[in-house]
């Protein structure tokens, strides 16, 4: 079957999704895609970031579609014609996605292990703006510890399931799930249960966000000072490839991750041994660097290279900020001088 | 007297119980249909009617039949939508409450039509007494052969059920519906496919309201066409409209659609004009999410034509001007009513509702309801009715299922046709800071204050 | 997110199984995961109108599906309770019509007289006041649900006596 995507033309097996045949396509009219993991059955259509606008609805019956498109779950028909960044109905409703992602999202990629690496920057990167029109008060969660390997920030959930989905394929008994509805929704496991089966790590790789983190590497470093490298060992889990990559700093292994192409998706799931247990790099037989897109931040990995001194003009301001912070919190541990309370009751800061 | 279809018989002393019910002549239809008649002859007489879907999208009720996957070999289901949760709607209950027969003869006739063997009613859990009400009915109507193995000894099986939901709006979505009926969390899914080729279990299925079915015996005992006849245009057969708010005698009514909005209103048959001596404000024809009107057009469209209770005549002149019937949950309100503060009730409601599951309703309801709710209560800026005129257009169509639009088009038409009550909000904080702002003051009395500022 | 769990006296009878055993056939034998929202709300009804977790695992244990497939969906539906809560429950209906004819009114003339606040039990265990969305009911209105039933065209001198005919034990909560 013949689609057209953005002006380009493909040939395409039927049951292609608009989605995969950008994907064939490449380029920029590829759909950013949150929610939908072409190795989970049953992922797509709930972030809406991909929604694509069907000109032509097919050789047969031309009318185009009246609503935007999920293009990862609408299947490719014979002569369809599809816009993507070409339209402006489109990158106008994936602006307006990004919007909506971002309002309760906490921002705060700056303590993010996430950061760097993440789908929700990059698409905030390409479709969000600087100016948030969010004044209200941001939704936040109580933490909930869901084990030793996985940390887990509800916060910066986007809900895309594909943590569930992966518990629901990769493992015989899934412990955690989508509790409670609407924008109180959250991914738990409702009895503060471990979540304790050998893939379960896997959730970290699908993980669009910093929503589940590795605990191993939890604030160890910025992804992008870590030099990626392909690795592989004798695994005898049942099911895991054992191929992965492996994240260095010098000699020293920081992380362990599946192997994920361009588009974050790992080529192969890896088990918990492999991910958490094995941080010596003689288990690993190094294949070589990973290859990473050319605009991604992991190639802006220049530490090796000598600094000039910076100089932060900012940090002037951020000194002054730590101590108002101080006086108006006022730590037990550095309590006000008395003239600080006496103006603090009077409100002057 | 209008005609009356589906309420004709409900003053009739105890015709809650199947003897009544008989006696009146219920069941005919089954007898009618399951004798003489195919179904697809019954599919085609329900074509030929013209009958909508009277859930509130209004989709021909015929055509979505034939839509049914007959040909993969895999059991069909016929599922009876009896969530209904829309503000402003409670027909369906009154019709199950009261005459329940009604019902099950309608899921009879229209599973044999289906050439299904399994069908189920979904009722909302709050209605949990009408559940044991249909329980009783079924187990009335089984006992008396019209349900189970060989009905009629004409080879046909049907199981009837009634399963009850618990708490939900969205469970009236017809993919949600069938998920919550499969025991899951009321995910709509995403379509296609549709469930007339992957519903129930993965099997073909049609979901279809309560009034729809009870309106099938009457269409299959007299003809597609007699009830073709009632009506005007695409508009055909009667429908039940649910009236409340501020209106002399609130209550179920039958119409013949057509009827003028304004006899409807005024006419003793029917509301009976004003509770209160209070000049009429605003309108909502069709439940919840339907756009209001303004007591100018109401009565009449913007071209000045009367205006009917018809599917066409409420939406005419699109969403500038018009409306929709939707369910036929007809709110009116009277000037003492704050279109702000109704506006953030609604937007509560679909915030509260949304299943969380796409980007846009799940944050974009919560927004547009923590907003409303900071005007209201006196904390607006002049910036957030354009901020949520935004909000409304970003949520719109970018959903899974028609909620997002649901959420949106209420917002949108306050804003619309009364901005100027908006603007007053956000300007006078201190006029409008008890909850009953405009009963003793209102908003026509204190207009001026806000165009004022509009030079 | 963390959640309190509260411990409860779960006691399957003979009638609560046996209508659970009814409701699960209803549906085809590979489908008994249809039955759990019936199941739910009959075995809430038998146990003080709340789930604890304990008892949501019974229900798992008896559908053959997993807990989490329980909690999932006993969390996302309103009538679902996790909480102990109290006897009598008044849930006022706070959408649009109900507003319209003054229920926020009434609810505070309930809190006031019972004095609790919405959302609380008072201390007796006996009621609880709150707040739901549209229960379809919006000509009769202001109205509440109080068990499975509704009570409708409510006024200060109503809510009175059913304060006292749940005092006295007049009232029914569950038609079985």
Redesign the interface.
Known sequence: MKVTIDGQSIEVEPGTTILQAARMIGGESVPPAMCYYSKLKGSGGKCRCCLVEVSKGSEADPRPMPKLMASCVTGCMEGMEVNSKNSDRVREARQSVTEFLLINHPLDCPICDQAGECDLQDLSFEHGKSKTRFIEEKRTFEPEDIGPNIQLHMNRCILCQRCVQVADQLTDKRVHGVLDRGDHANISTCISKAIDNEFSGNMIDVCPVGALTDKTFRFKSRVWFNKPFNAHRECTTPGCCGKTTVWMFGNEIQRVTGRKDQYHEVEDFICNECRFDHKDPADWVIEGPRKFDKDSVINQNNYTRKLDTVHIATEEGILKGREQDRKKISMTAIPLKKEEQEEFKNGNL | MSKKILLDKINVPGIKTYEVYRREGGYASVEKAIKSMTPDEVVEEVKKSGLRGRGGAGFPAGMKWSFIDKKSGKPRHLVCNADESEPGTFKDRYLMEFIPHLLIEGMITSSFALGANRSYIYIRGEYMWVFKILERAIAEAKAAGWLGKNILGSGYDLELHVHCGAGAYICGEETALIESLEGKRGNPRIKPPFPAVSGLWANPTVVNNVETIAAVPWIVNNSGDDYAKIGIGRSTGTKLISASGNIKNPGVYEIELGLSVDEFMNSDEYLGGMSSNRPLKALVPGGSSVPILPADLIFKTANGEDRLMTYESLSDGGFATGSMLGSGGFIVYDDTACIVRNTWNFSRFYHHESCGQCTPCREGTGWLEKVLHRIENGHGREEDIDLLWSIQSKIEGNTICPLGDAASWPVAAAIRHFRDEFEYHVRFPERIKNRDHFVNEPFEKVKHLASKQTV | ???I?YKQEINMTETLMNRINELIS???ED?R??????V??EVQDAHDNWLS?ELMDKVADI?G?????V???A??????NLKPIGKYMFEFC????C??NGV?DLMDYTCEKLGVGIGETTADGLFEVRG??????????PMM?LG???KEHLTREKIDQLIADCRDNKIIL??K
Not at chain 3, 33 to 38: R, W
Not at chain 3, 75 to 80: E, G, I, L, N, V
């Open positions: 997110m963390e959640r769990h209803h549906y085809p489908k995961k249809s039955a759990l929202l019936p739910l709300h977790i559908l599906i997993l807990p989490i497939e909690y999932e969906v969390t996302f539906y309103t009538m679902y706070q959408t649009s019509c507003c319209l926020e739901v969305e549209c229960l379809g009911a919006c000509g009769y209105a649900q499975d039933f509704y569950h038609d």
